[in-house]
């Protein structure tokens, strides 16, 4: 992959995603509010019709304002797809790559390499959580700029977390490269 500028050699080994559950969530919500309206205009029509006057003016303006609200619906379902599609963890080799879409024209790619890993913490919530086999990671690191990796539920965290520590025992047994520099001047 070109764009997560990977070293020669490198290659991804696993693919870590939010859950699927996470986006079912969110475009049931999206359906629900789609719906809500509609059905609203349709008991007010129907049982109130006596007491309010509908006309036709009435009418078409609500089905104005019902597409606008299906059209700003739309909107805020692509954003969360986009959002829910493009948070990705690619593990390498190497090094975790956190690629974070914050918005639709803002994205965060980070690099953590296994050797400056210092622990990771899962966290599952709820039945319905450890049914689906989906919670939290949180990848901490040594540094103090706070550069830990944080994916909220994401599927699998156990196997996840397995795989991360078995890279990172290879890296911590893997000899350091040193590499000497001849200094010019005093001994």
Not at 135 to 150: K, P, R
Request: glycine share 4%.
């Amino acid at each position: 992959m070109k764009a997560l500028n990977l070293d020669p050699g490198e290659q991804i080994i696993f693919e870590v995603r939010k859950h699927w559950f996470v986006f079912f969530v969110t475009g049931l919500a999206v359906a629900v509010a789609a719906i809500i309206p509609f059905v609203l205009y349709e008991v007010i029509f129907r049982f109130l019709k006596s007491a309010i006057v509908f006309t036709e003016e009435i009418s078409a303006l609500f089905w104005l304002l019902y597409a606008l609200w299906l059209l700003l619906l739309w909107i805020i379902f692509f954003i969360q797809w986009t959002n829910y599609y493009l948070d990705v963890w690619y593990i390498t080799g190497k090094r975790i790559i956190d690629v974070e879409q914050k918005g639709l024209f803002h994205r965060e790619v980070s690099s953590l390499r296994f050797d400056k890993i210092q622990d990771i913490t899962i966290e599952v919530r709820g039945i319905l959580a450890t049914i689906l086999n989906y919670g939290d990671l949180h990848v901490q690191t040594a540094s103090e700029d706070s550069s830990d990796f944080f994916m909220q539920s994401a599927e699998n965290p156990e196997g996840v977390r397995k795989i991360i520590f078995a890279h990172h025992n290879i890296a911590a047994e893997r000899p350091a490269a040193v590499k000497i520099v001849p200094h010019d001047g005093a001994p």
